[in-house]
């Protein structure tokens, strides 16, 4: 098949647009208006209709013991500079009905509803201006029987600067997302993560990461000094696992690509390293630009992205077995063949696409360090980094691109070319499976087990392990009289793979691949619950760091913070690898421990990520920091192989 990326894309964007042009059954009404001084407070009421049967939920997270509930009602400030939240929302009265779904009894908001949402201007208007501000109301609407996908309404308005309040003191979340939740129309506190870290704590509580830190030093020494260090951050980069499963997906994408007339070894690897070089640089210091630092990492974890990417990813397997060919009307085809397909250049320019996607979910130090430089408003070193750092990141791929045009030249080479190309389709559905797998754990659904994502990849590696042994064959093979050593060997391979992953199901450590699965027990995996519950786990605090606070405050403990994502790989390398070794563990229970999950898009997960990114000035994940009990940070740490390194890391604390 040829260009199957880019008819797989075609197909997604149809529905997406057939999807979008469905009336939405919520309406969300603003104020035109809204007068306030400039220093002072302001009440924005936002009237929601909703169509008969539908509703949305409340503002207040509503869980089980689980962690399992409803998307939340959210409301942000998205104009920066003018407008932040000054406190909880109010609603109108919620329903409250038994959902047959969570089991439980939830809270909605449903036909004629309003939320009220208390703003803060800043000081620094003027009387008289007349800015344009909009607020973010993120909801998910559902009826008796489905839901939508969670959305996200703008809700703009003019904000008339009437006067101006005496100065107080300066407040550091002006323009932030401040995400803050109430119940039943009645206020409360904000989440105490968020107040340990606004603008109004104490400088000797604020803390630089030791890796940008670094970063700054080699500006200082100069540009070749400084792009030398991002190239070798891109070389290190590269023994995360975040980029292993690009792999084999590489492979088999060039492998099938080798089949056609149009294939140009040297020239389509080229095109593909300028693929990823491009889209990492252009990407990431664009929606670093629009929508902050944690932007890039924000799309990249979208669970939509996600099964997007999985998509693709398995309708190219089945390609590759010989499954279809997805037709695309032959107006538009050739459109696009004028527009470049000739060249045959589109399909690798996306899987450059899909590769920086897979590679932002985990962001490394120094990434991270740039998006924040570009989203402040520098220019230069943000974007010199960052090609330099996807260079080097590329270069090993732009070779794995030319191996299969360059094998395909050796003799005999027809044969087992069509079975790596079987072999690769079977990795590339277990490859899918990780990125479905990532969407679950964001939404929270828990249909992807530990014990359903080890099954599938067994089944994977044994149907590779059958083809190999000419068990069946697929429409695309070619007829095998016998079986050569090196397919034996292959074959050998992947049974004891089977053996391997067979012993993960009874709850043996898998080591590397520990990393690419959910958690071991859904049921105890970290639950987001209100803003003010304590959740303790194994001797960690759950996104609870006022608890964790206090007992180190209490115990005279000095506080480990572990700043991690539900669908960060390298995390979760960390946590099944590094803090498993019995020299690591000893020194960890030294400390008071919280982890502090940033990649969902709720109340405490926002408060987390503005916490990570105003404290730290980091949005870098894993992101590990060592403080006293009084928040006085030590020393921080990120990922890293070194056992000595890391517990090197830890003794600073002592």
């Given at each position: 098949m040829?260009?199957?990326l880019?008819k797989?894309?075609?197909?997604?964007?149809?529905?997406v647009g057939?999807?979008a042009g469905?009336?939405?059954?919520?309406k969300l009404?603003?104020?035109?208006?809204?007068?306030?001084?400039a220093g002072?407070?302001a009440t924005v009421?936002?009237?929601?209709?909703a169509?008969?049967g539908?509703?949305i939920?409340?503002?207040q997270?509503?869980q089980?013991?689980q962690?399992?509930g409803?998307?939340?009602?959210t409301?942000?400030?998205?104009?920066?500079?003018?407008i932040?939240l000054?406190?909880a929302?109010?609603t109108?009265a919620?329903a409250?009905?038994f959902d047959e779904g969570?089991?439980?009894?939830v809270?909605t908001?449903e036909?004629?509803?309003?939320?009220?949402?208390?703003?803060?201007?800043n000081?620094?208007?003027?009387?008289?201006?007349s800015?344009?501000?909009?607020l973010?109301?993120?909801?998910?609407?559902?009826?008796?029987?489905?839901?939508l996908?969670?959305e996200d309404?703008?809700v703009?308005f003019?904000?008339?600067i009437?006067?101006s309040l005496a100065?107080?003191?300066?407040?550091?979340?002006?323009g932030?997302?401040?995400?803050v939740?109430?119940?039943q129309g009645?206020?409360?506190p904000?989440?105490?993560?968020?107040e340990?870290t606004?603008?109004?704590t104490?400088?000797?509580?604020?803390?630089?990461?030791?890796?940008?830190?670094?970063?700054?030093?080699?500006k200082k020494q100069?540009?070749?000094?400084?792009?030398?260090?991002?190239?070798?951050a891109?070389l290190?980069?590269?023994?995360?696992?975040c980029?292993f499963p690009?792999?084999?997906i590489?492979?088999?994408?060039?492998t099938k690509?080798?089949e056609s007339a149009r294939a140009h070894?040297?020239?389509?690897a080229?095109?593909?390293?300028v693929?990823?070089?491009s889209?990492f640089t252009?990407?990431?210091?664009?929606?670093a630009l629009?929508?902050?630092?944690?932007?890039?990492?924000t799309?990249?974890t979208n669970?939509?992205?996600n099964?997007?990417i999985a998509?693709i990813f398995i309708?190219?397997a089945l390609?590759?077995?010989?499954a279809f060919?997805i037709?695309?009307?032959?107006?538009?085809?050739?459109?696009l063949n004028?527009?470049?397909?000739?060249?045959?250049?589109i399909?690798?320019l996306?899987m450059?696409l899909a590769?920086?996607?897979?590679?932002?979910t985990?962001?490394?130090?120094?990434?991270?360090?740039?998006?924040i430089s570009a989203?402040?408003g520098?220019?230069?070193?943000?974007i010199?980094?960052?090609?330099?750092?996807s260079?080097?990141f590329?270069?090993?791929?732009f070779?794995?691109?030319l191996?299969p045009?360059?094998?395909k030249?050796?003799?005999?080479?027809g044969?087992?070319m069509?079975s790596?190309?079987?072999?690769?389709?079977?990795?590339?559905?277990a490859?899918?499976?990780?990125f479905?797998?990532n969407a679950?754990?964001v939404?929270?659904?828990?249909?992807?087990?530990r014990d359903l994502?080890?099954?599938i990849?067994?089944?994977c590696?044994m149907?590779?392990?059958l083809?190999?042994?000419?068990?069946f064959r697929?429409?695309a093979?070619?007829?095998?009289?016998s079986?050569?050593?090196?397919?034996a060997l292959?074959?050998?391979?992947f049974?004891?793979l089977i053996f391997?992953l067979?012993s993960?199901?009874?709850?043996k450590?898998?080591g590397?691949?520990d990393?690419f699965l959910?958690p071991?027990e859904?049921?105890?995996?970290?639950?987001i619950?209100s803003a003010?519950s304590?959740s303790?786990?194994?001797?960690?605090?759950?996104?609870d760091?006022?608890?964790a606070?206090?007992e180190s405050?209490r115990t005279g403990?000095?506080?480990f913070?572990?700043f991690?994502?539900?669908t960060?790989?390298n995390?979760?390398?960390m946590e099944?690898?590094?803090f498993?070794?019995?020299?690591v563990?000893n020194?960890l229970?030294r400390?008071?421990?919280v982890?502090?999950?940033t990649d969902?898009?709720?109340?405490?997960?926002?408060?987390n990520?503005k916490?990570?990114e105003?404290r730290f000035?980091?949005?870098e994940?894993p992101l590990?920091?060592l403080?006293t009990?009084?928040e006085?940070?030590?020393?921080t740490?990120s990922?890293?192989r070194?056992?000595?390194s890391?517990?090197?890391?830890?003794?600073?604390?002592?």
């Amino acid at each position: 098949m040829k260009n199957t990326l880019l008819k797989v894309a075609f197909l997604v964007m149809l529905s997406v647009g057939s999807w979008a042009g469905t009336p939405q059954p919520i309406k969300l009404t603003g104020p035109a208006k809204v007068s306030a001084l400039a220093g002072g407070t302001a009440t924005v009421r936002i009237e929601i209709a909703a169509e008969p049967g539908w509703h949305i939920y409340g503002v207040q997270t509503q869980q089980d013991a689980q962690g399992n509930g409803p998307t939340p009602t959210t409301v942000s400030a998205r104009t920066k500079g003018i407008i932040s939240l000054a406190g909880a929302v109010k609603t109108s009265a919620p329903a409250k009905h038994f959902d047959e779904g969570f089991r439980f009894d939830v809270q909605t908001l449903e036909h004629k509803a309003w939320i009220e949402v208390p703003i803060k201007v800043n000081p620094d208007l003027k009387a008289g201006e007349s800015r344009d501000v909009v607020l973010e109301v993120s909801f998910q609407a559902c009826n008796n029987t489905n839901c939508l996908p969670p959305e996200d309404v703008p809700v703009a308005f003019k904000l008339a600067i009437t006067g101006s309040l005496a100065p107080t003191a300066a407040s550091g979340d002006q323009g932030t997302r401040e995400i803050v939740a109430a119940g039943q129309g009645v206020e409360t506190p904000k989440a105490p993560a968020i107040e340990a870290t606004s603008g109004t704590t104490r400088e000797a509580k604020q803390g630089t990461t030791a890796s940008a830190s670094q970063i700054n030093d080699k500006k200082k020494q100069g540009v070749w000094s400084f792009l030398w260090f991002a190239m070798l951050a891109g070389l290190a980069a590269l023994l995360t696992p975040c980029v292993f499963p690009m792999v084999p997906i590489t492979v088999s994408f060039f492998t099938k690509r080798s089949e056609s007339a149009r294939a140009h070894g040297l020239r389509d690897a080229f095109v593909y390293a300028v693929g990823i070089i491009s889209t990492f640089t252009a990407l990431g210091i664009l929606l670093a630009l629009v929508f902050g630092a944690s932007g890039i990492q924000t799309f990249a974890t979208n669970p939509w992205i996600n099964l997007l990417i999985a998509g693709i990813f398995i309708a190219f397997a089945l390609n590759l077995f010989g499954a279809f060919e997805i037709q695309v009307p032959s107006s538009i085809l050739n459109k696009l063949n004028n527009g470049g397909q000739g060249n045959g250049v589109i399909g690798i320019l996306l899987m450059g696409l899909a590769f920086s996607l897979t590679s932002f979910t985990c962001t490394v130090p120094f990434v991270g360090s740039a998006l924040i430089s570009a989203s402040r408003g520098e220019w230069f070193y943000p974007i010199l980094g960052m090609l330099g750092f996807s260079s080097m990141f590329a270069l090993p791929f732009f070779f794995l691109a030319l191996f299969p045009s360059a094998m395909k030249k050796l003799p005999k080479a027809g044969g087992w070319m069509v079975s790596m190309k079987i072999v690769m389709g079977f990795l590339e559905i277990a490859a899918a499976i990780k990125f479905i797998s990532n969407a679950d754990l964001v939404w929270n659904w828990g249909f992807i087990t530990r014990d359903l994502f080890l099954s599938i990849w067994i089944a994977c590696a044994m149907l590779i392990t059958l083809y190999l042994l000419g068990v069946f064959r697929l429409t695309a093979d070619v007829a095998m009289e016998s079986i050569g050593g090196l397919r034996a060997l292959f074959a050998t391979c992947f049974a004891a793979l089977i053996f391997f992953l067979l012993s993960g199901l009874f709850g043996k450590p898998l080591g590397e691949m520990d990393a690419f699965l959910p958690p071991a027990e859904l049921s105890k995996a970290p639950a987001i619950k209100s803003a003010t519950s304590s959740s303790q786990e194994d001797g960690w605090y759950v996104d609870d760091y006022p608890a964790a606070l206090a007992e180190s405050k209490r115990t005279g403990k000095s506080l480990f913070i572990d700043f991690t994502g539900f669908t960060c790989t390298n995390c979760r390398w960390m946590e099944q690898n590094m803090f498993l070794k019995a020299a690591v563990q000893n020194v960890l229970d030294r400390f008071v421990k919280v982890r502090l999950h940033t990649d969902r898009k709720t109340e405490i997960c926002l408060a987390n990520k503005k916490m990570q990114e105003q404290r730290f000035d980091s949005i870098e994940l894993p992101l590990y920091v060592l403080t006293t009990p009084d928040e006085r940070v030590i020393t921080t740490s990120s990922f890293t192989r070194d056992d000595a390194s890391f517990l090197g890391f830890l003794q600073k604390a002592f």
